[in-house]
Nanobody, 125 residues
Framework: QAQLVESGGGLVQAGGSLRLSCAAS????????MGWFRQAPGKEREFVAA???????DYTDSMKGRFTISRDNAKNTVFLLMNSLKPEDTAVYYC???????????????????WGQGTQVTVSS
C-alpha cells in the first residue's frame, strides 16, 4: 500500500524558513511526478510546486525564488524548502504523486493519485 507522509510543518515568523519532507513508502515513485499543494481555510487547494524524475520542476509564480522543490529518489523522498515565508503562505501543505509514468508536470490536483495527510504551516507576522 503506497503512502505519503509529510513532515516539517510548524509555526514560523515571517521571513523565516521551513523545510517540508514527504516520505513515500509502499512503492517507488522514482518514475512519477511528485508535487506539493496547499490549502488555506476557505480556499480551494492550489498548486505549489512539482518535480519529475529527471529534475524538471514547476512552481506557482508567487513561489519562484522563495521555494525550492527537490527529490531524493534513493530515499523515495521529496522536499520543499520554503524561504522568506509570508503570512499568506499559511496553509496545510500536501504532498502528492501522480500514478502514470509521465514527465508532464500537472498543476491540477485531480491528476494526482496519491496524497499525504498534510502538514500545517503557520507564518506569523
Amino acid at each position: 500500500q503506497a503512502q505519503l507522509v509529510e513532515s516539517g510543518g510548524g509555526l514560523v515568523q515571517a521571513g523565516g524558513s521551513l523545510r517540508l519532507s514527504c516520505a513515500a513508502s509502499g512503492r517507488s515513485f522514482s518514475n512519477n511526478v511528485m508535487g506539493w499543494f496547499r490549502q488555506a481555510p476557505g480556499k480551494e487547494r492550489e498548486f505549489v510546486a512539482a518535480i519529475n524524475w529527471s529534475g524538471d520542476s514547476d512552481y506557482t509564480d508567487s513561489m519562484k525564488g522563495r521555494f525550492t522543490i527537490s527529490r531524493d529518489n534513493a530515499k523515495n523522498t521529496v522536499f520543499l524548502l520554503m524561504n522568506s515565508l509570508k503570512p499568506e503562505d499559511t496553509a496545510v501543505y500536501y504532498c502528492a504523486a501522480r500514478l502514470s509514468r509521465t514527465k508532464f508536470i500537472s498543476q491540477f490536483p485531480s491528476q494526482y493519485a496519491y496524497w499525504g495527510q498534510g502538514t500545517q504551516v503557520t507564518v506569523s507576522s
